[in-house]
């Protein structure tokens, strides 16, 4: 008895070291990711201020940055990773969701159609996801290390309150922006007949990415609500069962 009583122990602090193990990379490799999206939200946001500084017009600031905000924002497919394999206690829809709308915008509309690159609006998503991404990265590297700046907090959970419904307002109008360009020149889309006997048309399809946002963003938007009365205000949050 005494000797499977001792092997068990023995697996038991095995089992134990294992997880502080994996606990500790896991700890290791999201403060590293953190502090490296950090940095490179901060080289856009001096990035675009120099070249407002130096030109004093918004006209070629995305096509001088383009290149680092694409690979920034697509890098961002991590984090649903994290929320995957569970070492990041968030919704992988919820994340998800926000990371793809990102990529979306980058990849298959500012950057995919040159004309509404110097849009007033691009920049003003620009400018919102700027501010709001070197804030959500620093508070996650500095509640990771232990030593979160009140400030920090503050900003995490109150800068959103004024800034999501402005990047939410950037992004549709650049859409809308987009709309009369992808209409004339029938970019994706796919006219039958064909071989594939299918047809898209991505002007339809945008009008729709449009209109998701209608049920979507009050849904984040309250969730994001929901977490600042948590975090700042300790109250406790019951979810009701759908």
Not at 40 to 61: D, E, N
Request: hydrophobic share 45%.
């Amino acid at each position: 008895m005494a000797s499977s009583e001792e092997d068990g122990t023995v697996e038991e602090k095995e089992n134990n070291n294992k997880k502080r193990t994996k606990s500790a990379l896991a700890t290791a490799w999201l403060t590293f990711y953190n502090i490296a999206m950090t940095a490179g939200w901060l080289v856009l946001a001096m990035a675009m201020m120099r070249f407002y500084i130096q030109k004093g017009t918004h006209k070629g600031l995305y096509r001088s940055i383009a290149r680092t905000l694409k690979f920034f924002q697509t890098f961002a497919l991590v984090e649903v990773g994290h929320c995957a394999i569970g070492i990041v206690r968030t919704s992988v829809i919820v994340t998800g969701v926000q990371v793809c709308s990102r990529i979306f915008m980058v990849w298959f509309i500012t950057n995919s159609i040159r004309q509404i690159q110097n849009e007033e609006s691009v920049i003003l998503f620009l400018v919102v996801w700027t501010v709001t991404e070197i804030t959500r990265y620093s508070y996650y590297t500095f509640n990771l290390l232990h030593h979160l700046p009140y400030f920090i907090k503050w900003a995490r959970y109150n800068l959103f309150i004024v800034l999501y419904p402005l990047g939410v307002i950037g992004e549709l109008m650049t859409i809308y922006a987009a709309l009369p360009f992808v209409r004339r020149s029938g970019m994706y889309s796919m006219r039958l007949p064909n071989k594939y006997n299918v047809s898209f048309d991505y002007y339809y399809c945008l009008i729709i990415v449009m209109l998701s946002y209608i049920p979507l963003f009050p849904q984040l938007y309250f969730h994001m609500l929901r977490q600042r009365r948590r975090v700042l205000h300790g109250e406790v949050i019951v979810e009701k069962d759908d």
